[in-house]
């Protein structure tokens, strides 16, 4: 049996299946406590915990740290050489640049200085900094520098991160932001992790823990300590992953998980989801993050309704449940609730909610409620029209890392989330096409999460002249003959990835794919002294095999 669990702002989802099918699941409000949020909806599910074999939760904590700059002081110790300096990136005080530098294929021209180095360390250690991200520019074709920092200041703070780990894509500015924030959240990972597992175990459950990247693709919980930058935007991923297990066929899908807070929009083209082809951005930030191609428009169920200028608005602002619920502010749920179609709710006091805005724009209360839903509808549909013409002002990339050389044209909506079903006929009118609002669209995220496969990538770069081969994420630097050929360099990847899959936090029965292949001659004096080669190979996302839609 497998657990799924989607940790979001406003709820908690939890879901079972059992022989590919759901056999329970369980909807409570996330609290402060992210911990007792998970236990109360594993709890909700009634079931015997003693035969799950599969363990996957997704949650916001390492976004929202991000977003809300909620994570300890932490240093970075940078070394680039000539060219854009660095220092327009800084983000903090406590970030350092040194002396070392490589050229674009990996060979030194400025060695580091280790009296710098420590110099630094000493002063990050007196500014009360307990993470370090030490980075060097083309750190992907030559790690030495990197590793020469490390072996320096490793034993002098609880948590460092070297930028070659992060990323074999090439992008400096992008490695030193994913860097500086996998460094930031670690200790914030590390004591979650931590106490979910103290918390299962109570309870019973052993076995391992996954988590949902920002790839909709899942780690272990032991990968997940190393990057925890990778499970930034897990939650938008949760709703696409969501989408796939649940599509009824493979008509291009926009996809609508309509939250509490929020709106995450993204889409499906063949049943598969987009990628950010260079990576997320997250507080404004860019990183090499690897993650799906979608949109957040604060508009929810909960959002804020009021005036403004003389015009309904919804959103983006929360402040708690809907007044029907007991909270202070009259929302989209409240309107609805006044319409019937959310009978859990209080309709005197939604009612009451709306009144002082009905007066204000000159209407009954019902007629005001039915607009507070449509303006709901279109801030969304604004945002999908933005979002649709983002989509298509560049290359459009699968999550299989196809290119998909047509524009993206929606044939069809997909709405899942508490809302769904009673906006589906307002979706529709507003869309103007089909809208489908599936079995089990409430705990959709917690379902993506639970069948979403393990997932990594790796970069392989071999430079037959140097007589060297190159693996950022796994630390591989090792010679090779000047007669190492393209087919030698992918038989080496597939190996690896499978002879690392723990490490990577992969399981077992892994399929591996060949996503790019590149080889150029190297030529000086109209002489080819040797070859270039690159290699990216991935273990293949989706969903997990076997699962029926039915």
């Not at 002081?73 to 854009?84: D, E």
């Not at 040194?98 to 674009?104: N, S």
């Not at 859990?344 to 709306?354: C, F, R, V």
């Not at 005001?368 to 449509?374: E, F, K, P, S, Y």
Request: net charge negative.
């Amino acid at each position: 049996m497998i657990l799924g669990i989607d940790i979001g702002g406003t709820h908690t989802d939890a879901v079972c299946v059992k022989d590919n099918q759901i056999v329970a699941t369980a909807k409570v409000i996330t609290g402060e406590n992210l911990v007792d949020s998970i236990v109360g909806a594993i709890q909700g599910l009634n079931v015997d915990y003693g035969v799950l074999k599969r363990v996957v939760l997704s949650t916001t904590l390492s976004t929202n740290a991000i977003i809300e700059k909620k994570y300890a002081a932490t240093g970075m110790i940078v070394s680039a050489g000539p060219g854009v300096d660095p220092r327009s990136f800084f983000l903090s005080d406590d970030f350092h640049l040194i002396e070392g530098a490589m050229d674009h294929r990996g060979r030194e021209y400025i060695p580091v200085r280790k009296d710098q180095i420590l110099e630094v360390a000493k002063i990050l250690k007196t500014n009360h900094v307990q993470g370090v991200g030490v980075i060097s520019k083309f750190s992907v074709r030559n790690p030495s520098h990197e590793k020469t920092m490390y072996s320096l200041i490793a034993d002098k703070f609880t948590y460092v991160s070297m930028g070659h780990r992060m990323s074999g894509s090439l992008n400096f500015p992008r490695r030193l932001h994913t860097t500086y924030f996998n460094t930031a959240v670690m200790p914030i990972q590390e004591r979650f992790v931590r106490s979910v597992k103290d918390a299962l175990k109570e309870l019973g459950i052993t076995t391992s823990i996954l988590f949902l990247k920002a790839d909709g693709g899942t780690y272990s919980s032991s990968a997940a300590d190393r990057l925890p930058v990778e499970t930034i935007l897990s939650g938008p991923a949760a709703s696409m992953m969501g989408g796939v297990a649940l599509k009824k066929n493979s008509d291009t899908t926009l996809i609508l998980d309509v939250g509490g807070t929020t709106t995450d929009i993204g889409i499906l083209i063949d049943g598969v989801p987009i990628l950010e082809p260079q990576g997320v951005c997250v507080g404004g930030l860019k990183t090499l993050v690897r993650g799906l191609k979608m949109l957040s428009v604060g508009a929810g169920g909960d959002s804020q309704v009021y005036i403004s200028e003389g015009r309904l608005r919804v959103g983006p602002h929360r402040h708690g449940p809907p007044v029907c619920m007991g909270g202070p502010q009259p929302t989209p749920m409240d309107a609805l609730c006044v319409l019937g179609e959310f009978e859990t709710g209080d309709l005197n006091k939604a009612e009451q909610s709306l009144a002082p805005l009905a007066r204000q724009m000159n209407k009954e209360i019902p007629e005001l409620a039915r607009a507070i839903v449509a303006e709901l509808v279109e801030t969304i549909k604004g945002a999908c029209d933005g979002f649709i013409h983002e989509v298509n002002s560049y290359p459009v990339y699968t999550i299989h890392e196809m290119l998909h050389p047509d524009p993206v044209k929606p044939e069809q909506v997909m709405v899942i989330g508490g809302p769904a079903k009673t906006l589906k006929p307002y979706v529709e009118d507003m869309f103007q096409m089909k809208c489908l609002v599936p079995d089990h669209f409430q705990v959709a995220n917690a379902l993506g999460a639970a069948l979403a496969r393990t997932t990594a990538q790796i970069t392989l770069l071999a430079d037959t002249q140097l007589k060297k081969l190159i693996c950022p994420e796994l630390d591989v630097d090792m010679e090779i003959s000047t007669w190492y050929t393209i087919n030698d360099l992918i038989s080496f990847g597939k190996q690896a990835l499978t002879d690392n899959a723990r490490y990577l936090g992969l399981s077992d029965d892994i399929e591996t794919d060949v996503i790019e292949q590149q080889s150029f001659n190297m030529i000086k004096d109209f002489n080819t002294t040797g070859k270039n080669l690159r290699v990216k190979i991935q273990s293949r996302p989706g969903i997990i095999s076997g699962w029926s839609e039915s």
